[in-house]
């Protein structure tokens, strides 16, 4: 809506400006002024300076507007009725066009918002887009699908292990290798690439490896995969991030924006 608003409100204080310009050069030129309660298209006064092309050339059926008159001739006395109606047709015509540039832009694929879902009992939170609804899925904690698309989702998955770091497992580039490794062994994977690798300290002090890597598999596709891990009180945490990412439709840089800060948002919490 703020795109919208926006357009609406410099379309016409753009074109205001541009007539008192061309008001000026016009009584210079000793030419007919339109009054403030005119509404005038300068498009037609100047074609070459339409907002819809920069090299429009004036319509042969419209009648040359370069008239010149007295300075006490009224300006309706100055054009032919015909030229009014084609002036307000023209001009409503150039304020649909914006409008419906900005209808366009304002329907444009909406950038995901971000709630914080905290699951006290296991002790994680992350941050969750909220167009994504909860759902039920055997083997993993908590389970987030896109209300639109049930292949993007996102996931949680807290099992008990041995150690007590990551760190004791290996370092994020053997801890990813592990993963694409196990993705592979897969039937129904076709290609499984690394994109990146990294590791950060979450705000509980745990150590979080972090992993984006590119997934094309029999069962959707070409996928967009980020994955957080982190060991904690003997509970390792996984998330899982996946998002398609086809060649039709390819992960846009906003949703990408939204979907890492999922990723770095995931962290322990003290359980219940």
């Known amino acids: 809506m703020m795109a919208l608003s926006l357009q609406e409100s410099a379309y016409p204080l753009k074109f205001h400006l ?44 419209l009648p040359p507007l370069s008239i010149s008159c007295s300075s006490n001739v009224k300006w309706r006395e100055c054009l032919p009725s015909t030229v009014g109606r084609r002036v307000i047709t023209i001009s409503f ?51 987030f699908e896109d209300a639109n698309k049930k292949a993007n989702n996102v996931g949680a998955v807290v099992a008990p292990t041995r150690i007590s770091s990551l760190g004791e497992f290996g370092t994020p580039q053997f801890v990813v290798d592990k993963l694409i490794q196990a993705e592979r062994r897969k039937e129904s994977t076709k290609e499984a690439e690394v994109i990146s690798v990294s590791e950060r300290s979450g705000e509980s002090g745990a150590q979080v490896y972090e992993f984006e890597y590119k997934l094309d598999s029999t069962r959707g596709g070409m996928k967009r995969v980020f994955s957080a891990a982190v060991v904690a009180s003997k509970r390792l945490y996984l998330l899982n991030i996946t998002h398609s990412d086809s060649a039709e439709s390819p992960l846009d840089t906003d949703t990408r924006n939204v979907l890492e800060q999922v990723l770095h948002s995931f962290d322990v919490v003290p359980s219940s």
């Open 18 to 61: 541009l007539t008192i310009y061309l008001q000026k050069a016009m009584d210079f030129h000793g030419v007919c002024i339109p009054s403030s309660n005119h509404h005038y298209s300068p498009s037609l006064l100047l074609p070459h300076l339409s907002p819809f092309s920069s090299s429009r050339k004036p319509s042969p059926h």
């Open 93 to 143: 015509l150039g304020f649909g066009v914006s409008r419906l540039l900005s209808l366009s832009e304002a329907m444009a694929e909406p950038a995901l918002e971000l709630y914080r879902y905290t699951d006290p009992k296991e002790g994680f939170t992350l941050l969750v887009p909220s167009s994504y609804v909860k759902v039920d899925k055997a083997g993993a904690t908590v389970l």
